[in-house]
């Protein structure tokens, strides 16, 4: 529509993601937690969805509460359509404790380095 924002997302790597990351209050797994980072998500969603059409959108959104987890979501058709936890429900979620696991830093380091190799 022609209006100008001046939105900054926390950490965007061309054709790679957009991270965004917050330190919540919260305890962790208590509903104000899951609050904060379902809204974080969704922050960074919009950043997706704000980026210019011929610069694509990345294939992974990242939402970080510092010190304590990581989510990772995907949308691999790289539309900006329906990104969904990654690589499952039951696995989208990364405690710092889990990046001990050389499987947990190496589906980190593809993320990071080369999407498509996924």
Do not use: M
Not at 61 to 76: M, N, R
Not at 93 to 99: A, F, G, K, N, P
Request: positive net charge; charged residues 30%; glycine residues 8%.
């Amino acid at each position: 529509d022609g209006s100008v924002h001046n939105r900054r997302a926390d950490l965007y790597r061309r054709g790679c993601f957009v991270l965004e990351s917050k330190k919540i209050r919260a305890g962790e797994n208590t509903t104000g937690w899951d609050k904060a980072l379902k809204r974080a998500f969704e922050q960074a969603q919009g950043y997706v969805r704000a980026l210019p059409a011929w610069e694509g959108r990345p294939p992974f959104i990242l939402v970080v509460d510092v010190g304590q987890v990581i989510e990772c979501y995907s949308e691999f058709s790289r539309s900006g359509g329906n990104y969904v936890p990654y690589p499952s429900p039951a696995q989208h979620r990364i405690r710092l404790e889990d990046l001990r696991d050389p499987e947990v830093r190496e589906r980190l380091r593809l993320v990071w380095l080369d999407p498509d190799a996924l």
